[in-house]
């Protein structure tokens, strides 16, 4: 029963293209985070929220939106995919914020995009 | 802002010896400090947290160790075993982050018979 899941776990896209990946948690958390992985980095992180019908930028924000219409589910969307998306991308909760509280993540997404 | 610096990016140990990650980071005001272990094909799992009032913290076969003065991290495995095979990353938050988790690069762990 994990607790953070994430849909697709792969997706190929086209250049140009409309991504929307999905992401649900059955923490009970406030806290939800997108991150993105690329080969030999550490995660950076794009948006997060804190409650739902809020969210906020993270350090890379720019190619992405966020949307939390409930406290369980937080997507992130890619309105006009680029090459430079291609990554892994992991959606985590937490029950709180101040860089103090245990993440959670969920298996992450591959995102390819030609 | 805070950066982080994590070395080695690959290690390779045989079973039984020791191993020994570690992470530099910038913002002397930091205060909260992570590893998380990643597994091949799973995702991140914490494996151990020190907050800054605590230098040293133990668990599952490996110890912690904070040196504040040099700001400096470090994760050391003193018996490595097969199940200890992932990638490893530290993870800091405090003042210069406002107070999100800055992550280091990253250390893949191969434990060798």
């Known amino acids: 029963e994990a607790a953070v899941t994430q849909s697709p776990r792969s997706k190929v896209a086209v250049t140009g293209g409309k991504v929307t990946l999905s992401c649900h948690q059955t923490?009970?958390?406030?806290?939800m985070y997108w991150y993105r992985q690329d080969t030999g980095h550490g995660l950076r992180l794009i948006h997060y929220?804190?409650?739902?019908?809020?969210?906020e930028k993270g350090d890379i924000p720019d190619g992405y939106k966020a949307s939390r219409p409930s406290q369980e589910n937080f997507s992130l969307i890619l309105e006009l995919a680029s090459l430079s998306q291609t990554a892994v991308y992991f959606c985590?909760?937490?029950?709180?914020?101040?860089?103090?509280?245990?993440?959670?993540f969920g298996p992450g997404t591959r995102l390819t995009v030609l | 802002g805070e950066q982080v610096e994590q070395r080695p990016p690959h290690l390779s140990v045989r079973e039984g010896d020791s191993a020994v990650i570690t992470c530099t980071y910038t913002d002397p005001n930091s205060y909260y400090f992570f590893w998380y272990k990643q597994e091949p094909g799973a995702s991140l799992q914490l494996l151990m947290k020190v907050f800054s009032s605590t230098e040293i913290n133990e668990g599952q076969g490996f110890t912690v160790l904070l040196n504040k003065k040099d700001k400096r991290l470090s994760l050391n495995l003193t018996a490595a075993h097969p199940g200890d095979s992932a990638a490893y990353f530290c993870a800091v938050s405090g003042v210069d982050s406002n107070y999100q988790l800055i992550w280091g690069s990253g250390t893949k762990l191969i434990i060798k018979p």
């Open positions: 923490n009970n958390h406030d806290y």
């Open positions: 985590a909760s937490s029950d709180a914020g101040g860089g103090y509280a245990e993440q959670f």
């Open positions: 929220s804190y409650v739902a019908d809020s969210t």
